[in-house]
């Protein structure tokens, strides 16, 4: 069975400091997808980041990075220079790929930004 | 624009009213799914399509039916509702079945029942 683990249900960052968000995986399919959420307070799914796992290099996407460890099976997310408009729920997903679209998710971590 | 339109948005309804959910993309995709948010439960999978007439069960399909006759459409049903089926309510769709194709996601359906 696939599954996702969030430890952190609530952090704080001080504005332009970094941040990292972290994130366990399992699955026994060796091909999957892992996939960074963000849900502000209006509720809307958005889209960060994306890494698969055959890929040799960390995703990144403007200020998001993924730090992905497979042997670990971590996938954190980093946010360099915390914004005021990051503060929201993230969530970390998995799409086990010899599994159809069956996308399980993580509980989530709040994340609070400073001023 | 691309989107995914849900309808309705609020819904309270009484135990065993049966009720439709609405979900339509634009984008073509062909992959569909239904998901429900609870507090510290995240998103949870309830159904999902790869394809018209092509849906199978997620995590959590106990109480809840879906139909896909149309590529756009991805309407969700609860035959007979109940208080644990209160809940955030999601739909999403994709294009691809592997590779970066992450979900777009509908604004949500607000679904208690009473």
């Known amino acids: 069975a696939q599954k996702i683990t969030q430890t952190q249900p609530g952090m704080f960052v001080q504005e332009k400091e970094a941040v990292t968000l972290d994130c366990t995986y399992d699955t026994s399919d060796p091909s999957y997808g892992l996939f960074w959420y963000k849900q502000p307070s209006s509720g809307e799914m958005i889209f960060l980041i994306y890494q698969g796992s055959y890929d040799q290099q960390n995703a990144t996407e403007g200020r998001y990075s993924l730090n992905f460890q497979k042997a670990r099976k971590s996938a954190n997310l980093v946010i360099s220079a915390s914004q005021l408009g990051d503060s929201a729920m993230y969530f970390c997903a998995m799409r086990a790929d010899n599994y159809g679209q069956n996308f399980v998710f993580g509980p989530g971590t709040r994340l609070s930004v400073l001023p | 624009e691309a989107q995914v339109t849900q309808n309705p948005r609020y819904l309270i309804t009484v135990t065993g009213k049966k009720l439709t959910v609405t979900c339509s993309q634009n984008m073509n995709h062909e992959y569909m799914s239904w998901y429900r948010q609870d507090p510290g439960l995240g998103l949870r999978q309830i159904y999902y399509s790869m394809n018209v007439e092509v849906t199978d069960k997620g995590d959590v399909p106990e109480g809840y039916k879906v139909s896909r006759k149309e590529k756009r459409n991805f309407p969700l049903i609860l035959e007979s509702p109940s208080p644990n089926q209160t809940s955030l309510y999601f739909c999403?769709?994709?294009?691809?079945?592997?590779?970066?194709?992450?979900?777009?996601f509908g604004p949500g359906t607000r679904l208690t029942v009473t």
């Open positions: 999403a769709s994709s294009w691809g079945r592997q590779g970066p194709y992450e979900q777009y």
